[in-house]
């Protein structure tokens, strides 16, 4: 009897040992089930960003290239810009340059020298009317009155050399001076009077007084013509190259709408 009350109380004990680690582990098993399973969702949620961010990596790496490769063709194009309108000065220049030297050697009269100072004239209105659009007529008006005097005889030709001087020393300043004036310009058909911001002899950005906004193009056929900008972004950029000339900033960054592209 004792025997089988103990070989009872030892098999009751074994049982009672069984639902405890049961009750014990079971609930555990199972928390960690759920937390793996939330580790493996959040793990998920992670992938996909780390997915999504990636692609949007790559998105911005090929804007980053394209705009870079775009930004090489302007500079190209500002370069080349920027040569064709040294090699006009300096064929204006070499004009002057022979001529001067030849009015210096002179063994000829003045009336010998009149008409080859003429066709040098001829030459830089040909220049100034259809370059760059910048107080066209004034610059035309000062050429004129230097080819009137000479025709009529008002100024000496070897004085008439040194006045032709000046004025190709006044288009060389131009080509390297930054800064606001106004003229006359024509746009839309009509003429308005604008502020103008000069840069160089490359870019001629405008504003008027019924503010708008826009630059001088230059179209395939090589004539100038100003147009307006209609992007809001252009016409900020704008307007913030006329903030920094008139506080006579002239030297800095400044990204600007490109007049030579089409």
Known sequence: MNEFMLKYSWISF????????????????????????????????????????QTELDLEKEKHASRITSLSSQLADLSVEERRQKTAIEKLEHSLAKLSEASLQAEQSGEQLKPILLKVLAAYKHYVLTGFPFK????????????????????????????????????????????????????????????????????????????????????????????????TGDIQRIAKLFDALKKQIRQGYFELPNPLSQ
């Open 136 to 231: 066209i007529e004034d610059r035309i008006k000062a050429i004129n009155t230097l080819e009137d005097n000479l025709t009529n005889q008002l100024v000496d030709p070897n004085k008439a050399v040194n006045q032709a001087w000046a004025l190709i020393e006044d288009e060389i300043r131009l080509s390297k001076e930054n800064g606001l004036y106004q003229q006359t310009i024509s746009l839309d058909g009509e003429k308005v009077l604008a502020d103008v911001a000069k840069l160089g002899t490359v870019f001629l950005f405008f504003q008027t007084r019924d503010n708008r906004a826009g630059m001088a193009r230059k179209s395939e056929n090589g004539a100038w013509k100003f147009e307006a900008a209609s992007a």
């Open 14 to 53: 074994i049982r009672m040992l069984v639902l405890f680690l049961a009750a014990w582990f079971i609930p555990v098993a199972v928390a960690k089930a759920s937390s793996l399973e939330n580790l493996a969702q959040s793990l998920t949620k992670i992938r996909g960003e780390v997915e999504a961010l």
